[in-house]
């Protein structure tokens, strides 16, 4: 039942999408618009900034530990 469910409002929000095959894509990365989101002033909106520096601090450690010494 649940799946009947969700495959069918699946097909509802694809059909209801505008005609023009997809012209009108988003120019925005993800973290594009993650750190336009973490700048406003929407609730909740300083966790992304939080997220996006932890994920930079992440990444970071990672590359300084990949390489290897000799």
């Known amino acids: 039942m649940t799946r009947t469910l969700l495959v ?6 694809a059909c209801g999408r505008s005609g023009n095959g ?4 988003d120019t925005l ?3 594009q618009r993650d750190s336009i989101l ?9 966790a992304v900034g ?6 930079d601090s992440t990444n970071a ?4 530990t990949d390489s290897v010494s000799p």
């Open 29 to 31: 990365t993800e973290r």
């Open 50 to 55: 939080r997220a996006l520096k932890a994920a």
């Open 38 to 46: 973490a700048k406003s002033s929407i609730p909740g909106a300083s």
């Open 61 to 64: 450690r990672i590359r300084g």
């Open 8 to 13: 069918g409002l699946f097909l509802v929000s």
């Open 22 to 25: 997809g012209a009108s894509r």
